[in-house]
């Protein structure tokens, strides 16, 4: 499968922990973003990469969240000090340039 | 005001029917507009992009009115398979920004037989 991958596609943590999700691109793909989507809602921008350079971050990208992407191929979000506010689905995309976005499947975040 | 504003539905119609979707934005520096699919627990897919002269995919046509910022979607026959939610998207470029999807909250779709 040559898609967006996403890992894990399911995470539980308790209110409080750190979480990690990583993000698989399509291989020639320059441009990576990160969505977050909750229930009724559709997908909200965090944040973009162009290759290694993380050009992008919405205001919704509080200093709890941290995005890399180290060699400019797969990409990481991290949470910190997780709160029940966090649950949701993160979405990854990639592009190239600015042509039409490719979803990964998504990480289901529950924080309880 | 939402900056990409949607009918949530349901809307519910028989297999054959025709249905329209609406979505107006409030942005007039939006430059791009797409329509995007997402079935249930499932990622988002480009549906079709939207040009201001209109255009068409099958049974799919949309269009769009930039002076009344106003998106349409047009299913005709619609199938069983066509059940989803609708999201209207648009792509605002700014200053030096690269312009990101600005969705709206979708509007779904059930198809009965």
């Known amino acids: 499968d040559t898609g967006v991958s996403q890992n894990p596609r399911h995470k539980i943590t308790k209110r409080g922990q750190n979480v990690t999700f990583r993000c ?35 205001r919704l990208l509080s200093d709890r969240f941290s995005a890399e992407r180290p060699k400019g191929s797969f990409s990481t979000l991290e949470i910190q000090r997780t709160e029940q506010g966090d649950s949701a689905m993160y979405l990854c995309a990639s592009s190239v340039d600015s042509a039409e976005q490719y979803f990964g499947p998504g990480t289901r975040l529950t924080v309880t | 005001r939402k900056e990409v504003e949607q009918d949530p539905g349901p809307f519910n119609v028989p297999e054959g029917a025709t249905v329209a979707f609406n979505c107006t934005y409030s942005n007039s520096a939006s430059q791009s507009f797409f329509w995007y699919r997402q079935d249930c627990r499932k990622e988002p897919k480009l549906l079709m992009s939207v040009y201001s002269s209109g ?59």
Do not use: M
């Not at chain 1, 698989?24 to 290694?52: A, V």
């Not at chain 2, 106003?70 to 199938?79: E, G, H, Q, T």
């Not at chain 2, 979708?106 to 009965?112: A, N």
């Open chain 1, 24 to 58: 698989d691109p399509i291989s020639e793909h320059n441009r990576l973003y990160w969505y977050r989507q909750t229930l009724g809602q559709g997908p909200e921008f965090l944040t973009y990469f162009q290759n290694e350079a993380q050009l992008e971050k919405s």
């Open chain 2, 55 to 113: 255009n068409e995919d099958g049974r799919f046509t949309a269009q769009l009115n930039r002076a009344s910022q106003y998106i349409s979607l047009l299913i005709r026959d619609s199938k069983l398979s066509d059940s989803a939610t609708y999201l209207c998207v648009v792509n605002i470029r700014y200053g030096g920004s690269q312009g990101n999807l600005i969705f709206g909250k979708g509007t779904k779709l059930s198809v009965k037989p």
